[in-house]
């Protein structure tokens, strides 16, 4: 009769898309972790980005989550972005508007 082999512990569960059918909010780093991924953002989008778009050099006041964490977006770089308060407060109304349609 054959044993099962012993498991070494390489397969780690995937905890980010492991149910791609239900859109689970991502959770954000907090502390040390959060602000560092912060700073590293701002030293490398010193200018927001939207108002780069439009020829203006808006210093970055805000690391943005290009899809939000409430719609399970990542808390990798590549989701993140500087922009400035307005566009920040700008994109937030779009999405809580996109929110409240969703929810019907
Ligand atoms: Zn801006």
Redesign the pocket.
Known sequence: MPTQPPQFGGSTPRKAWSSPHRLKPTPRKRGRAGQRDRAEVIAEEPF????LKNN?A?PTAIVDHIKPLAWGGSDARSNKQG??V??HDLKSASEREVDRRSRG
């Open positions: 927001c980005r939207e108002c203006r808006t922009l400035c307005p566009c």
